[in-house]
């Protein structure tokens, strides 16, 4: 079996076991995303130099102690995420590598990175304490929407390059087409999709936040295996990499995500 025709079907599994779980129920859906929760752990743990054991405790004991309370604490915890990604994108242009000489500075980067932003995933197919798949999946299609288009805008126009050291293929023009696909998906999201006291500035700008944040993940997540020396996160997806590779823009996206969440909804 060829490359082109592994990446395929590996990419058909992935979309429709994601859209299938999304679609089905809210418990199918958690566990989904739970076991990529795991994965992502367990890659990250790898990628960063972390003991697998504590990774995995770390994510337990975060994971259960919110859900224990319900989900209250995640009204509010984009205040806990926000500053730790703000440090990333500053810190995305610096040349010197990640400073990780303690196991305290690899578990924030694991816990601000992977678990704390999976875990307000869980949130954002909620609209009013009723979940509401639409939302979720939605924005999951405009995130395949901005990195196709991306891509296709990338591979006929792009001519300079968006930020070479981390990742040579993005360019400029890739960027601003996938941006502009985005926004008329996002459009045709709020055109066609009937979800309760949602308006078009809230789907404008959860279409500005997956093309800009999502974009500036990719370069995150680009930089963490620069700096590791790995192409890919993991193997666990035929012809696409690992689990982080596929989520990481939405990973980076999700506490901007849920603060447009805070302030429009």
């Not at 990604?85 to 590598?97: A, T, W």
């Not at 197919?125 to 405009?142: A, D, G, K």
């Not at 996206?253 to 909804?265: D, Q, R, S």
Request: glycine residues 6%.
């Amino acid at each position: 079996m060829n490359e082109v025709t592994t990446r395929t079907l590996s990419g058909i599994i992935y979309i429709a076991l994601l859209i299938g779980a999304i679609l089905f129920s809210n418990t199918t859906f958690l566990l989904l995303f739970g076991f990529f929760l795991l994965v992502s752990v367990y890659e990250f743990c790898k990628l960063y130099q972390i003991n697998q054991v504590l990774g995995f405790a770390t994510a337990f004991i975060i994971s259960s102690s919110f859900f224990i309370t319900n989900n209250s604490a995640l009204n509010s915890i984009y205040l806990v995420v926000l500053p730790f990604s703000i440090y990333q994108i500053i810190y995305l242009f610096n040349q010197k590598p990640y400073h990780n000489q303690t196991v305290f500075h690899k578990l924030i980067h694991l816990i601000g990175y992977v678990i704390l932003p999976f875990l307000i995933i869980s949130q954002l197919s909620f609209n009013q304490n009723s979940y509401v798949p639409s939302i979720l999946l939605s924005i999951f299609i405009m995130i395949w929407c901005n990195d196709t288009f991306a891509y296709i805008c990338g591979k006929l126009f792009g001519k300079h390059k968006l930020y070479e050291k981390i990742s040579p293929k993005k360019t400029i023009e890739g960027f601003i087409g996938g941006l502009i696909f985005t926004q008329i998906a996002a459009f045709i999201m709020f055109k066609y999709l009937d979800v309760q006291n949602t308006s078009l500035l809230f789907w404008m700008c959860i279409g500005l936040g997956i093309s800009i944040i999502g974009t500036i993940g990719d370069l995150v997540e680009s930089k963490y295996k620069r700096q590791a020396n790995i192409k890919d996160s993991g193997s666990i997806m035929p012809g696409h990499g690992g689990i982080l590779d596929r989520l990481d823009s939405i990973l980076f996206a999700a506490p901007f995500l849920f603060l447009i969440y805070k302030i429009i909804l």
